[in-house]
C-alpha cells in the first residue's frame, strides 16, 4: 500500500524565520515519484516540486528547498526567511511507478505572522 | 492563458438534483483526472482518463459518472446528490512521459460544490 504521513497538521511562524515541512512515505514500488503542491487561500493547487526515486540529489528554489532521503522515505520542504505570502496549505504526494494515482498527504497549514 | 479550467467555480444546489461540472485543459496533456477534497482539505482521486480511456475507477458511487468527449475535455455528472457530495471538486491534467513515469499533474481552480 502506498501512503503519505505529514504529521505536522499546522505550524505557524513568524516572517523571516526558516521551517521546515515534514513528508514521510511509504511504497513498495521501487521507481516512484513524489510531489509537492502549495494551496493558498485562494484554494488553487500550485505545483511545486518533482523528484524522482532515483534521484536524491537535494534541490533549491530560491527560498525553498527539498531534502529527499531514500533512507528514511522522507521528502522534506524548507522555506528559508519565511513570507506572509507563504502561508497556505501544503501537500506532499507519491505516485507510484506503476499507476499513475496521485496519493495526498493529509496537508501542513503553514500560516506566517508579520 | 488558463491552462485547466472547470466550471462552474460555485455550484449550489438542492439534494436529489443532478449537476454538471466541465473541465478543460489547453496543455495538450494526454491524461485528465478528478480528485475531491473534503471539508478537513483531504485530497482523494476519484477517476483518470487515459485518452478518452478510463484507467482510474476509485470506490465512487455509482452515481458519479465521468465522460470524456475528448482528450481535451473530462466532464463530471452526479446523480441524486446527497449532502456528503458537498466539497470541493478538482480537474488536472498531465502528459505521460515517452520514456516512462510521469509528469506532474496540473490541478483547475476547482468547483465548490455545496448541496443543501
Known amino acids: 500500500a502506498q501512503k503519505v504521513t505529514q504529521a505536522q497538521t499546522e505550524i505557524s511562524v513568524v516572517e523571516k524565520e526558516d521551517v521546515t515541512l515534514d513528508c514521510v512515505y511509504e511504497?513498495?514500488?521501487?521507481?516512484?515519484?513524489l510531489f509537492w503542491y502549495k494551496q493558498p487561500p485562494s484554494g488553487e493547487l500550485v505545483f511545486l516540486i518533482r523528484?524522482?526515486?532515483?534521484?536524491?540529489q537535494n534541490e533549491i528554489s530560491g527560498r525553498y528547498s527539498w531534502n529527499f532521503q531514500k533512507s528514511t522515505s522522507s521528502f522534506n520542504f524548507t522555506i528559508t526567511a519565511s513570507q506572509v505570502v507563504d502561508s497556505a496549505v501544503y501537500f506532499c504526494?507519491?505516485?507510484?511507478?506503476?499507476?499513475?494515482?496521485?496519493?495526498f498527504g493529509t496537508g501542513t497549514l503553514l500560516a506566517v505572522q508579520p | 492563458d488558463t491552462a485547466v479550467s472547470q466550471t462552474p467555480k460555485y455550484l449550489v444546489t438542492q439534494m436529489g438534483n443532478d449537476k454538471s461540472i466541465k473541465c478543460e485543459q489547453n496543455?495538450?496533456?494526454?491524461?485528465m483526472y478528478w480528485y475531491k477534497q473534503d471539508s478537513k482539505k483531504f485530497l482523494k482521486i476519484m477517476f483518470s482518463?487515459?485518452?478518452?480511456?478510463?484507467?482510474i475507477n476509485e470506490t465512487v458511487p455509482n452515481r458519479f459518472s465521468p465522460k470524456s468527449p475528448d482528450k481535451a475535455h473530462l466532464n463530471l455528472h452526479i446523480n441524486s446528490l446527497e449532502l456528503g457530495d458537498s466539497a470541493v471538486y478538482f480537474c488536472?491534467?498531465?502528459?505521460?512521459?515517452?520514456?516512462?513515469?510521469?509528469?506532474?499533474?496540473?490541478f483547475g481552480p476547482g468547483t465548490r460544490l455545496t448541496v443543501l
Open positions: 488536472a491534467s498531465s502528459q505521460t512521459r515517452l520514456a516512462g513515469g510521469w509528469n506532474e499533474q496540473f
Open positions: 511504497t513498495r514500488d521501487t521507481t516512484y515519484y
Open positions: 523528484r524522482n526515486s532515483f534521484d536524491e
Open positions: 504526494a507519491l505516485r507510484g511507478g506503476a499507476t499513475n494515482k496521485l496519493i
Open positions: 496543455l495538450g496533456h494526454d491524461t
Open positions: 482518463y487515459n485518452n478518452k480511456e478510463l484507467i
